[in-house]
């Protein structure tokens, strides 16, 4: 398990470089989570992978609960969240994401908290 960086936003702000990390081959990663955080996951593989965060308290809706996980095709990225404290974040205000394969995939991560 590797804990991910988090970037900040700043209100009309830019970020440039973002820095993506290498998802954990222990497939679990986790993150800081503010309740206005993002992550953009990439995955170069030439197979889609799922990522799904762990939901730490059900919200009573299975739909949305199950829901989570989100298949990302080969050759693209997809931005995540942000996600409910109450439902997402553990006891140390982290949320968790486990992943099918860390072949080629990458993680950068974006607090929004700072805008508002």
């Known amino acids: ?11 009309n702000g830019s970020i440039d470089d973002l820095v993506y990390t290498a998802v954990d ?8 989570n503010d309740g206005k955080t993002i992550a953009i996951v990439k ?22 609960d199950a829901g989570a996980a989100r298949t990302i095709t080969n050759a693209k ?15 140390s205000g982290d949320v968790s994401l ?3 394969s860390n072949t080629s995939m990458t993680v950068a991560v974006l607090s929004l908290s700072s805008i508002g």
Do not use: C, I, Y
């Not at 398990?1 to 209100?11: F, G, H």
């Not at 081959?25 to 800081?32: F, M, N, R, S, V």
């Not at 990225?77 to 006891?91: H, I, M, S």
């Open 25 to 32: 081959a222990g497939l679990t990663d986790t993150l800081k």
């Open 1 to 11: 398990m590797a804990v991910l960086p988090v970037q900040t936003m700043v209100l």
């Open 43 to 64: 995955n170069a593989d030439a197979a889609p992978h799922t990522v799904t965060p762990t939901v730490q308290q059900s919200t009573g809706n299975m739909q949305q």
């Open 98 to 100: 486990v992943f099918d």
């Open 77 to 91: 990225e997809t931005v995540l969240g942000p996600w409910e404290r109450k439902v997402f974040n553990d006891a």
